[in-house]
């Protein structure tokens, strides 16, 4: 069963920056594509970049696109969530997933397998 743990949350103010991460125990995350999504207190969850296997794929939402950059780390079995140029409305929960599925490019879309139990972000003043 592979577990999911995100890290990197917090408060920062408007036009900060955070990094999160989500590591993995137990197995590599090398077998599977990563989402990362994101759930504000009355919306639905919003999916908002992932990345292949490979790391040769990376999808990202319009509402985060040119100020959130995912990557990957092998040799530390994390994912990573690079946020610049926060703003409020990014403040929501923040989680990563993972898809097991084969033969197929990352998606935002929920269809992944396993889920973190996320890690907050608030941007304020």
């Known amino acids: 069963q592979l577990q999911l743990v995100e890290s990197g949350g917090g408060l920062v103010q408007p036009g900060g920056s955070l990094r999160l991460s989500c590591a993995a125990s137990r197995t590599t995350l090398d077998y599977y594509n990563i989402g990362w999504f994101r759930q504000a207190p009355g919306k639905e969850r919003e999916g908002i970049s992932c990345i292949s296997r490979s790391g040769g794929n990376t999808k990202y939402a319009d509402s985060v696109k040119g100020r959130f950059t995912v990557s990957r780390d092998s040799a530390k079995n994390t994912v990573y969530l690079q946020m610049n140029s926060l703003k409020p409305e990014d403040t929501a929960m923040y989680y990563c997933?993972?898809?097991?599925?084969?033969?197929?490019?990352?998606?935002?879309?929920?269809?992944?397998?396993?889920w973190g139990q996320g890690t907050q972000v608030t941007v304020s003043s």
């Open positions: 997933a993972a898809d097991a599925t084969l033969f197929r490019l990352c998606v935002l879309s929920p269809e992944y397998d396993y």
